[in-house]
């Protein structure tokens, strides 16, 4: 495949547009919509695409890609889903998921749904749109309670709530409010609380053969305002006793969604039942940043996306062996700004690069810029990449970001 059409290659679709690049790929780009979150456009390079448009009506979209001769369609970041789905059908191209489970991959309650309704085991939930409905099912329910958004995307309105009068509040803040994927919560998703150990399980599938790339333990943060925030990011090695089970059930999951071609990103709970869903992405992990896969596990999403649609062969042989070895340990950790201000690199910069295990550093935020409390992924200023061979440095090293972090370093 040598001509593709990229949808809302932001976030870490534009590594893999820029792997596609330099595969010799041509490639148009098309925003899914006029106002999108100017979080989406940072790092977003427009030379590597001959053209870029943005999507107004369905019939100049198709003319676009029509004239361009377009082969495939990658979606690049959650907010081009429906978008690239649509894309898929019309113009029937090989490089897709199953249109009739287009839904299921979007709604988070229709998602689970889906996979109670096959016999993959799935979390209680309920979908509210009025809050009498929530207090008919919370008289059955433990707390704590989730709280979150039908359809967007990291961490954006997901609340931990202990108490009827937080659910309450929670949804109050949500219910007809617009998201981060520039959509309106005509309703409000409430599950039961799973306890356990949270990870990321990545897959690239072509024609249902699918290469896992990363498995990851999340370690995530609750605020005092019951908002769920990242932490750490942890990669973990295929010998590791969780991660054969946690692949297995992410398999079955994408089977039953229709994910058959392209990158995925599941959020699985690991209870003492075993793996239970918290939600899958028809798209790439947003964190994940070529030079630290280069030191971690050589392949990675990012690339494996790009070499399913330039090499398809080549991707095909991999998936005979398709599971990673770690060559380093790493963690990606996700600053948390503890209050409102001015953001200021240098001091912080400075203290990181003379960590031992200090890699990468991105900041979301221009010296001098505003600075928010963390209450999302949206919100946070930025993530610290550590990689080395020796686990112990990489949680040493954690400990004085934090504690830099509480001093306030990145504060004017």
Same mark, same amino acid.
């Given at each position: 495949m040598n001509r593709i059409v990229v949808v809302d290659g932001f976030s870490s679709g534009k590594f893999? /547009?820029?792997?596609?690049?330099?595969? $010799?790929?041509?490639?148009?780009?098309? /925003? &899914? =919509?006029? &106002? @999108? !979150? !100017?979080y989406y456009y940072q790092g977003f390079d427009s030379s590597i695409y001959q053209h870029c448009y943005c999507h107004s009506s369905p019939g100049l979209t198709l003319d676009?890609?029509?004239e361009f001769g377009a082969e495939g369609v990658l979606c690049g970041a959650e907010t081009g889903v429906e978008l690239t789905d649509w894309i898929n059908q019309s113009q029937n191209f090989k490089y897709r998921?199953?249109?009739?489970?287009? /839904? /299921?991959?979007r709604n988070k309650f229709e998602m689970i749904e889906s996979l109670r309704e096959a016999g993959i085991t799935a979390t209680p939930?309920?979908?509210?749109?009025?809050?009498?409905?929530?207090?008919n099912w919370l008289s059955e329910q433990p707390y704590p309670v989730v709280v979150k958004p039908l359809d967007s995307a990291g961490s954006d309105g997901v609340f931990i709530c202990n108490s009827e009068d937080r659910v309450r509040s929670a949804f =109050?803040?949500?219910?007809?409010?617009?998201?981060?994927m520039n959509s309106t919560n005509d309703a409000v998703?409430?599950?039961?609380?799973?306890?356990?150990?949270?990870?990321?399980?990545?897959?690239?599938?072509?024609? &249902?053969?699918? @290469?896992?790339?990363?498995?990851?333990?999340?370690?995530?943060?609750?605020?005092?305002?019951?908002?769920?925030?990242?932490?750490?990011?942890?990669?973990? !090695?295929? &010998?590791? $006793?969780?991660?054969?089970g946690l692949v297995a059930y992410t398999h079955r999951v994408c089977d039953c969604l229709g994910i058959e071609n392209g990158p995925s990103h599941a959020e699985v709970m690991l209870t003492a =039942?075993?793996?239970c869903l918290l939600e899958i992405a028809a798209r790439s992990d947003g964190i994940l940043r070529p030079e630290i896969v280069d030191c971690t596990t050589g392949m990675g999403q990012l690339r494996a996306t790009a070499l399913s649609l330039s090499q398809p062969?080549?991707?095909?042989? @991999?998936?005979?062996?398709?599971v990673y070895r770690l060559k380093n340990h790493a963690f990606n950790v996700s600053l948390i700004g503890p209050r409102a201000g001015r953001f200021a690199s240098g001091a912080f910069l400075a203290r990181l690069q003379a960590l031992p295990s200090f890699k990468k550093v991105e900041f979301y935020l221009a010296d001098g810029q505003a600075v928010s409390e963390t209450k999302d992924v949206f919100s946070q200023p930025g993530t610290v990449y550590l990689v080395s061979n020796d686990k112990h440095q990489l949680w040493r090293d954690y400990r004085v970001i934090r504690e830099l972090e509480a001093e306030g370093i990145y504060y004017q």
């Amino acid at each position: 495949m040598n001509r593709i059409v990229v949808v809302d290659g932001f976030s870490s679709g534009k590594f893999i /547009a820029r792997h596609l690049s330099e595969a $010799g790929c041509k490639m148009i780009h098309i /925003a &899914s =919509d006029t &106002s @999108l !979150d !100017d979080y989406y456009y940072q790092g977003f390079d427009s030379s590597i695409y001959q053209h870029c448009y943005c999507h107004s009506s369905p019939g100049l979209t198709l003319d676009i890609i029509r004239e361009f001769g377009a082969e495939g369609v990658l979606c690049g970041a959650e907010t081009g889903v429906e978008l690239t789905d649509w894309i898929n059908q019309s113009q029937n191209f090989k490089y897709r998921n199953d249109f009739s489970q287009r /839904a /299921a991959r979007r709604n988070k309650f229709e998602m689970i749904e889906s996979l109670r309704e096959a016999g993959i085991t799935a979390t209680p939930q309920c979908k509210v749109c009025q809050w009498p409905q929530a207090v008919n099912w919370l008289s059955e329910q433990p707390y704590p309670v989730v709280v979150k958004p039908l359809d967007s995307a990291g961490s954006d309105g997901v609340f931990i709530c202990n108490s009827e009068d937080r659910v309450r509040s929670a949804f =109050d803040r949500l219910i007809n409010q617009k998201n981060r994927m520039n959509s309106t919560n005509d309703a409000v998703l409430l599950q039961s609380f799973l306890t356990g150990t949270e990870y990321v399980v990545n897959f690239v599938s072509l024609n &249902s053969l699918r @290469l896992v790339t990363e498995v990851v333990r999340y370690h995530k943060r609750q605020l005092a305002g019951g908002n769920v925030v990242y932490d750490i990011d942890e990669i973990i !090695d295929a &010998s590791a $006793g969780e991660f054969a089970g946690l692949v297995a059930y992410t398999h079955r999951v994408c089977d039953c969604l229709g994910i058959e071609n392209g990158p995925s990103h599941a959020e699985v709970m690991l209870t003492a =039942d075993g793996p239970c869903l918290l939600e899958i992405a028809a798209r790439s992990d947003g964190i994940l940043r070529p030079e630290i896969v280069d030191c971690t596990t050589g392949m990675g999403q990012l690339r494996a996306t790009a070499l399913s649609l330039s090499q398809p062969q080549r991707f095909t042989e @991999l998936t005979k062996e398709p599971v990673y070895r770690l060559k380093n340990h790493a963690f990606n950790v996700s600053l948390i700004g503890p209050r409102a201000g001015r953001f200021a690199s240098g001091a912080f910069l400075a203290r990181l690069q003379a960590l031992p295990s200090f890699k990468k550093v991105e900041f979301y935020l221009a010296d001098g810029q505003a600075v928010s409390e963390t209450k999302d992924v949206f919100s946070q200023p930025g993530t610290v990449y550590l990689v080395s061979n020796d686990k112990h440095q990489l949680w040493r090293d954690y400990r004085v970001i934090r504690e830099l972090e509480a001093e306030g370093i990145y504060y004017q």
